[in-house]
DNA sequence: ATGGTTGCTTAGCAA
């Protein structure tokens, strides 16, 4: 769905790799017009961002970027007020995340959950850290925004009709009950899953695994999500996974998302 | 079933 001056498109994308991504990101940049985009897994330090490239379709980039691994950003059309980086907790600020700023009366986000490894690990406990941080980092943000956008991969499954094989996905990092729960809490502060409230019970999804022929497969997970402050809900006009940008050649693992909002 | 695929960085980690 293309945006006008009337609509606010807000789209976010897991890229696995900037840098390599640059090609498919210029073409969804071009067939969708998105407003803001959100961007995760840049894998790269912020020297290595290619800003040019998007400046010159008329987007500015504010991005945290790191070396190698994770790495968050937004790209707007117009300039974003009020940029934060991370949750304010140092260590776990020691992975860029978490990335946020203002359009207008809108704080929107970029988040990158980290994925957990194996239940049980130091990887799996900072995830569940992560998420009760970033709980209450919108719980703030909810405060003293008037609304609130928060975009991301947040490696969970919510629900059964996110997973494509439920018996094989169940208690893994992405199903546990102590992130669904944790997700839940998030949608317990007044925010809802976008898409969701446009979908009813479709099952779709919004990442494949490179392997085994996946994504041709269509086994995949719905873990990327527009969480959106309730005040949004009446003016939301459209949402959906832009599926086709997987199917490119050297595609990121994850799909684009995108809802739109009246303005 | 501990495989398989991709990206960053250069053999191993992370997803």
Redesign the pocket.
Known sequence: MESSSSHLNIASWNV??V??REEHLERFLAAQSPDVICLQEL??EDAVFPRSRFAAMGYEAQIWGQ????GVGLLSKTLLKDVERGLGDPELDSEARLISGRLSNIRIASVYV????EIGCE?WDRKLRFLDALIQWCKRQLQSEEHLVLCGDF?IAPDDRDVWDVKRWANTVVTADEVRQRFQSLIDLGLYDARRADSGDAVEFSWWD???DSFNKNRGLRIDFTLASSGLRARQSGSGIAKEMRTLE?PSDHAPIWVQFEA
């Open positions: 696995n790799s840098r390599t894998k790269g070396k190698s691994y994770n980290p994925q957990g490894s990887k490696n490179y392997r085994h050297r």
